[in-house]
């Protein structure tokens, strides 16, 4: 089935929000850290949003990650940049790797990160996303464009501003550069209020840079 092109809002808590049925894109909002064993890393991104926002003079904000789920003809791929250790076996649909921290520190898989085109994939920590599915496109067509991307999506360093973004690189670099490499409006795209995605902005600068060759 193809669908018409459709995007809606997904900048606040009152977000349109959808149990995925129907072939499209959605996205997921998910709090730093959320449903990890360990709280570790939790505790490292308070601690980098309160030295951030001490720096920049303004109040401290949740941090959240964006993770994709998209529905092709009936057929539901997740869309996630994970670390490369601890996978466990079997095809996770990894189209990518890049390095963490510094680039000569991928050399381990203990510094790389994986990117994921998952057919049927999971999302571990997804029962925690707020907002629950945020349908950004709606039909076959934009779904099928995004997924077709995945592979392209550019495995700079993450943590850092390679590409003179003016922001790190990150998994939410990775959402915000395929849904703007695929034609949607990532832009107005925001997490839950009093909500700060790191890295979103970057996607959004090099897709920009990508489209205008």
Not at 2 to 7: A, C, M, P, V
Not at 43 to 69: K, T
Not at 149 to 161: E, K, M, N, Q, S
């Amino acid at each position: 089935m193809t669908g018409s092109l459709r995007t809606v809002a997904a900048s606040s808590d009152n977000a349109e929000t959808t149990t995925p049925v129907s072939d499209g894109v959605d996205l997921y909002w998910i709090p730093l850290g959320a449903g990890a064993r360990l709280p570790i890393v939790r505790w490292n991104g308070l601690l980098f949003e309160a030295l951030v926002a001490r720096w920049q003079r303004r109040p401290a904000q949740d941090l959240y990650h964006a993770a994709l789920e998209l529905r092709v003809d009936g057929v539901r791929f997740v869309i996630e940049m994970t670390p490369a250790w601890g996978s466990g076996s079997g095809d996770h649909g990894v189209v990518g790797e890049g390095p963490v921290g510094l680039r000569w520190l991928g050399r381990s898989r203990y510094f790389r990160y994986q990117v994921r085109r998952w057919k049927e994939g999971v999302i571990p920590d997804l029962r925690f996303a707020v907002g629950g599915a945020r349908r950004v496109a709606v039909g076959t067509d934009p779904a099928t464009q995004v997924l077709g991307l995945v592979p392209a999506f550019p495995t700079a360093t993450w943590g850092r501003d390679e590409q003179d973004a003016g922001d790190m690189w990150n998994s939410n670099s990775l959402v915000a550069w395929l849904l703007a490499m695929g034609g949607l409006d990532a832009s107005s795209i925001a997490p839950p209020s009093h909500g700060r995605a790191p890295g979103w902005s970057a996607g959004l600068v090099v897709a920009a840079r990508r489209a205008e060759r």
